[in-house]
Every structure is written in structure tokens, then in C-alpha cells.
């Protein structure tokens, strides 16, 4: 157990539609970051948030938005879901903003139909 | 940006004997590569982690290489067991962001 949450664990939604994926970081740690795993691949960075600032980004449309929160939770947004964003979505908190060890949660499954 | 190949894809050793997965990188600012064990339906677990600084690092059964000259690292777990089962990921960043290998399936048969 690392600590990470996220929910919700399995969603299915169709094309076009917009989806909002949670995560709550590990307790004392400042910094969350969001991958995007598509089935039998590695997890992929999306973009990274420090004390409520994107600290970085991926190469990922704008249709990928996110938020921090001041208890240093944190949102993924996908809008205008296309069959490609099917994947399980991982969150990784750390406490550090930098290169370290990161915290994943169990991830969010998405299906778009 | 940062690209990591990682091999094998697949890797069946018999219980009891050692695994190794290799991991080669293209980015010389690359400084920390970890490595990751994911379960069926869990998020990745980190195992072992290195840094540029360092050529070697040990954690009982699991061991770490890193060649910086040749841009390579791999993972040596040895005297395997049925729980080391799973799919292995190897990564490298400079940053604020990890760029993962493919992943290693590792069978461990009893």
C-alpha cells in the first residue's frame, strides 16, 4: 500500500464525452503526476503538478487538463474522449518535485466506447 | 525526448535461478533510473532505484547495474521465487517526468 488513492477504479464512457479521474496523494508529499498505461505498454507522463502549478507537461493534446488542489489532491480531465484515450490512467504522488521515487495509486480504468 | 528499450519483452526462468533485464537509454542528462514491479490489477511498485553517481546497488535478491558510457542499466534478481512473478518496468529521467521502458513479463515456474 503506498498510500495513493484514486477513483473511480473502472469507468466506461463513449466517445465524445468528458471524463474526471481523483486522486489523493500520500500524506507529507507535495507533488502528483499522472500516466497514461495503454494495454501491454509502459506507463506514459502526462503532466506533473507542484504545489497547485503544472510543473510539466507531456506529450498529450489540451484536451488533457488537470488540477491541484491545496491538500494536494489532485484531477485529471479528458474532454471530448476519443477510443484511443482507453487506457488505465496511474496517479504517483512524491515528495519531491524533481527526479525520485514516486508513489503510484492502483489506477483508474478507462474504457471509451 | 528520452527513449527507453527494455529487453527481453518476455522471460520464463525456473525457480531458483536468476533473472536478468536490460535496459538501454538515449539521453546522457538522464541521472535516476528506477525500476518498477507491477502486479495484475495494481499500480507499479518501485524495487530498486539507482543514480548516475552510483554503478551498482544491491537489496537483497535484487541488484542494479548502471553503464552510463554505454547508456545501459539492468536488473539481476536472483534466486527467484513464484511471488517475483510479474511484469518488470525499467525508467530513466532528468527530470521532473519518467520515461518507462516497454516492460519485462517474467515467469517464475515452479
Known amino acids: 500500500e503506498t498510500g495513493v488513492t484514486q477513483s473511480p477504479t473502472h469507468l466506461i464512457k463513449t466517445r465524445g464525452q468528458q471524463v474526471t479521474l481523483r486522486c489523493s496523494s500520500q500524506?507529507?508529499?507535495?507533488?502528483v503526476s499522472w500516466y497514461q498505461q495503454a494495454l501491454g505498454q509502459g506507463p506514459q507522463f502526462i503532466f506533473q503538478?507542484?504545489?497547485?502549478?503544472?510543473?510539466g507537461r507531456g506529450n498529450f493534446p489540451p484536451r488533457f487538463s488537470g488540477l491541484q488542489f491545496p491538500n494536494y489532491s489532485s484531477e485529471l480531465n479528458v474532454n471530448a474522449l476519443e477510443l484511443d484515450d482507453s487506457a488505465l490512467y496511474l496517479c504517483a504522488s512524491s515528495g519531491l518535485a524533481g527526479a525520485g521515487e514516486l508513489f503510484f495509486g492502483e489506477g483508474s480504468r478507462l474504457t471509451v466506447l | 525526448g528520452e527513449n527507453v528499450e527494455q529487453h527481453p519483452s518476455t522471460l520464463s526462468v525456473q525457480e531458483g535461478d536468476s533473472a536478468v533485464i536490460k535496459c538501454t537509454y538515449s539521453?546522457?542528462?538522464?541521472?535516476?533510473f528506477p525500476w518498477y514491479k507491477q502486479e495484475l490489477g495494481k499500480g507499479p511498485q518501485l524495487i530498486i532505484d539507482i543514480r548516475s553517481n552510483v554503478g551498482e546497488k544491491k537489496d537483497q535478491r535484487i541488484a542494479v547495474t548502471l553503464n552510463k558510457t554505454a547508456k545501459h542499466f539492468s536488473l539481476h534478481i536472483t534466486e527467484t521465487q513464484p511471488e517475483d512473478s510479474a511484469v518488470y518496468f525499467c525508467?530513466?529521467?532528468?527530470?521532473?517526468?519518467?520515461?518507462f521502458g516497454a516492460g519485462t513479463t517474467v515467469t517464475v515456474r515452479a
Open positions: 525508467a530513466a529521467s532528468n527530470d521532473y517526468k519518467l520515461s
Open positions: 500524506s507529507g508529499h507535495n507533488t
Open positions: 503538478y507542484y504545489r497547485e502549478e503544472e510543473n
Open positions: 539521453d546522457s542528462a538522464s541521472n535516476y
